[in-house]
Nanobody, 114 residues
Framework: QVHLVESGGGLVQAGDSLRLSCTASGSIRNINAMAWHRQAPGKERELVALWTRTGSTNYADSVKGRFTISRDNAKNTVYLQMNSLKPEDTAVYYC????????WGQGTQVTVSS
């Protein structure tokens, strides 16, 4: 079993930055990938950024050049650095870890005002 705890969301203005954190605990030895997804009201959940155990990363086109995913192995934590935030980035952000199956965090709200 894997438990994920997210933090770092909040209310910011357009152009500001935020850093989200997701700390994993439990049976995390063989994490294959960790990712951030988001879900805006009335929309489907979408993949924002992906980190794999090989060290590769991938981003949604809408956040390329603005968001960066990184992982601190010693802390079992994955981060999402979000710069130049836009109102359309407003959503609940969820952390996902994949170890044979997907595990999800509870989500953290990010609100960007114009």
């Amino acid at each position: 079993q894997v438990h994920l705890v997210e933090s770092g969301g909040g209310l910011v203005q357009a152009g500001d930055s935020l850093r989200l954190s997701c700390t994993a605990s439990g049976s995390i030895r063989n994490i294959n990938a960790m990712a951030w997804h988001r879900q805006a009201p009335g929309k489907e959940r979408e993949l924002v950024a992906l980190w794999t155990r090989t060290g590769s990363t991938n981003y949604a086109d809408s956040v390329k050049g603005r968001f960066t995913i990184s992982r601190d192995n010693a802390k079992n934590t994955v981060y999402l650095q979000m710069n130049s935030l836009k109102p359309e980035d407003t959503a609940v952000y969820y952390c996902r870890a994949t170890i044979l199956r997907n595990y999800w965090g509870q989500g953290t709200q990010v609100t960007v005002s114009s």
